[in-house]
T-cell receptor, first 117, second 111 residues
Framework: GAVVSQHPSWVICKSGTSVKIECRSL??????MFWYRQFPKQSLMLMAT?????????EQGVEKDKFLINHASLTLSTLTVTSAHPEDSSFYIC?????????????FGPGTRLTVL | SQQGEEDPQALSIQEGENATMNCSYK?????LQWYRQNSGRGLVHLIL?????REKHSGRLRVTLDTSKKSSSLLITASRAADTASYFC???????????FGTGTRLTVIP
């Protein structure tokens, strides 16, 4: 069945480096994808809406230059955490609306665990 | 990952009525969370209920959790047309910080 994949599943990086996370829709096209982050024991927080062919829409308080989003194709959106710092350590998850359901249901990716040392 | 199940998949009610959505899961959890998604938008967090809690309220929302049955329910009282949205439950499994989502319930409130 249709799923959403993320790569990598987990990543450990040094402070100051940049990390790219990929979100792919499999077997369906997604003109829109959503990016979230979750701190341990807390709820998911919407970061931005990724739009194929146009700029992402960021939620209030999310730094656009810090979290670069590129929706390069109808099946791929990437989130790049630039100049990562320990406070960026979090669980990042993407989702994509299921286009054929006629309703607003989504598939969620398995998430990416980022640890910045 | 989709690990939970919500039912019903879709629900249509008249304004003023109560709406109840259910969520079942399979493993032990730290907490269970309910989210709402409006058309074309991302998820918005509604309520988080911990595994040692049985009921929680927030405005017109009431969430129950039965860990013995591995199920939760979300009740929206005195529904309004603006409550029309999809509602998702998500579980944080014991020993993990990842969230596992259900497939959602589409609620339509008819004015």
């Amino acid at each position: 069945g249709a799923v959403v994949s993320q790569h990598p599943s987990w990543v450990i990086c040094k402070s100051g480096t940049s990390v790219k996370i990929e979100c792919r829709s499999l077997d369906f096209q997604a003109t829109t994808m959503f990016w979230y982050r979750q701190f341990p024991k807390q709820s998911l927080m919407l970061m931005a809406t990724s739009n194929e062919g146009s700029k992402a829409t960021y939620e209030q308080g999310v730094e656009k230059d810090k979290f670069l989003i590129n929706h390069a194709s109808l099946t791929l959106s990437t989130l790049t955490v630039t100049s990562a710092h320990p406070e960026d350590s979090s669980f990042y998850i993407c989702s994509a609306p299921i286009p054929w359901t006629g309703a607003d249901t989504q598939y969620f990716g398995p998430g990416t665990r980022l640890t910045v040392l | 990952s989709q690990q939970g199940e919500e039912d019903p998949q879709a629900l249509s009610i008249q304004e003023g009525e109560n709406a109840t959505m259910n969520c079942s899961y399979k493993t032990s959890i730290n907490n269970l969370q309910w989210y709402r998604q409006n058309s074309g938008r991302g998820l918005v967090h509604l309520i988080l209920i911990r595994s040692n809690e049985r009921e929680k309220h927030s405005g017109r929302l009431r969430v129950t959790l039965d860990t013995s049955k591995k199920s939760s329910s979300l009740l929206i009282t005195a529904s309004r047309a603006a409550d029309t949205a999809s509602y998702f439950c998500a579980t944080e499994q014991t020993g993990a910080n990842n969230l596992f989502f259900g497939t959602g319930t589409r609620l339509t409130v008819i004015p």
